[in-house]
DNA sequence: TATACATATGACATATCCATCATATGAAGA
DNA sequence: TCTTCATATGATGGATATGTCATATGTATA
């Protein structure tokens, strides 16, 4: 199988890698999960692990696209680690997906099999 | 390996799943560069696949979750299918992407390595 | 330094995703 | 109906992503 990203698309370059990237980090129920957390308040490693009731290292392994992206800060505080969501992105990010949701998503957020 | 998507994680569990398919649908090079072709008028199946370059099935795979999702409609004419931007959803979504790049993805468009 | 706590990293098995090929469906005109 | 054009569908091999286990790194305190 080729890779398609390595095809050059009709699309700008920049923009094309950024959404892929942004939309893949996000596109995965763990660090979805581990992002809504982080909205009720920043957490350290442990303090997620315990509320998703995931282990550590597996919350660990998804923490760092999500840094690397910038959806969550790090800050460290002692032998801890500080995760706090990037509200700028991440609100109005979150927003756009509801709207969608409601006007589009009716059957409890699953999207419709049909076209109309 | 267990299924991570049917455990309970302590998150609407509609709004996990839909944003969960949100992102998955988008995070696609391919799917990304035909909603970005589809940015510029409403196209049928081949001529996005001949913009893009690529073959018409493949092209006609990945405009199934696009359209399941609502981020593109579609129209009979024919023995076309006319397939049109959800400009109320996509246009604040690549808005909101937009401006996270600008802020923290400073090397055309790749996300930071480090942390700060 | 030794120990304990907090977190990150590496390797690996497997589940998932995806492009490709072949084929089927559908619609319009001869 | 037969042919052609437009699109969708099904099966499949293979790449990628992801959770798990084991282990390493790092930090503070005794």
Known sequence: MKKTS?????MKKGLSETCNRFFTVLGNPT???T???LLDGPKNVT???????????MISHNLRPLVECRFVYVERR???????VNHGTVDPLLKVVENHAVNYCPSGG???AREG
């Open 6 to 10: 390595d095809k050059v698309f009709n």
């Open 31 to 33: 660090r979805l999960a």
């Open 35 to 37: 992002l809504e957390t």
């Open 47 to 57: 303090q997620i692990a315990e509320t998703l009731g995931q282990e550590q290292s």
């Open 78 to 84: 002692g032998k801890e680690r500080v995760y706090s």
């Open 110 to 112: 699953r999207c419709l």
